[in-house]
T-cell receptor
């Protein structure tokens, strides 16, 4: 079946540090890939997405590139802020009837001033 | 204006009781979902409805029964609550299929069964 594997957390960084969160996937078809973010006490919201190989999704300084050869979609940000502290989820969805969004386990990021 | 709203935000109840969680979306989306988030933050889809029709039912116990009176509402009724049902339940909606349409989530309902 389809699955998403994220690196183990939590992750704690100082403000302005470089961030990488690893994500790899297994899919039966050609999936769309997503990063969702969950701020404390809130629901998830879409951060960025990519729908085909070599596409780069970007938003709020975050980037991720769809790498079909390594089945990866790693999230990066050059300089994190305290306000980036949240839980980050990698997810995939394979096109087809009744497609569903499958999430990784999520990783908690804490950014200290 | 809240796009996807759930009520209640918190629900504390005893084992064996029956409870409901309500969800409404004002985005005009045609697909709605229920997800369960466990204590380790892992999210798993439970149900999906498209235009009031059930399209995904992921090996969820029969004690859980979703109801969609119209495409803007998807409620979740849980019978005979068990300790293992304690979790945060998220409602979400999208316009079309999830592979090309982002999901919009509510803020969750934290259910605690004692």
């Amino acid at each position: 079946g389809d699955s998403v594997t994220q690196m183990e957390g939590p992750v704690t960084l100082s403000e302005e540090a470089f961030l990488t969160i690893n994500c790899t996937y297994t899919a039966t078809g050609y999936p769309s890939l997503f990063w969702y973010v969950q701020y404390p006490g809130e629901g998830l919201q879409l951060l960025l997405k990519a729908t085909k190989a070599d596409d780069k999704g970007s938003n709020k300084g975050f980037e991720a590139t769809y790498r079909k050869e390594t089945t990866s979609f790693h999230l990066e940000k050059g300089s994190v802020q305290v306000s980036d502290s949240a839980v980050y989820f990698c997810a995939l969805s394979v096109p087809g009837a009744n497609s569903k969004l499958t999430f990784g386990k999520g990783i908690t990021l804490s950014v200290r001033p | 204006d809240t796009a996807v709203s759930q009520t209640p935000k918190y629900l504390v109840t005893q084992m064996g009781n029956d409870k409901s969680i309500k969800c409404e979306q004002n985005l005009g989306h045609d697909t709605m979902y229920w997800y369960k988030q466990d204590s380790k933050k892992f999210l798993k889809i439970m149900f999906s409805y498209n235009n009031k029709e059930l399209i995904i039912n992921e090996t969820v116990p029969n004690r859980f029964s979703p109801k969609s009176p119209d495409k803007a509402h998807l409620n979740l009724h849980i019978n005979s609550l068990e300790l293992g049902d304690s979790a945060v339940y998220f409602c979400a909606s999208s316009q079309g299929e999830s592979y090309n349409s982002p999901l919009h989530f509510g803020n969750g309902t934290r259910l605690t069964v004692t």
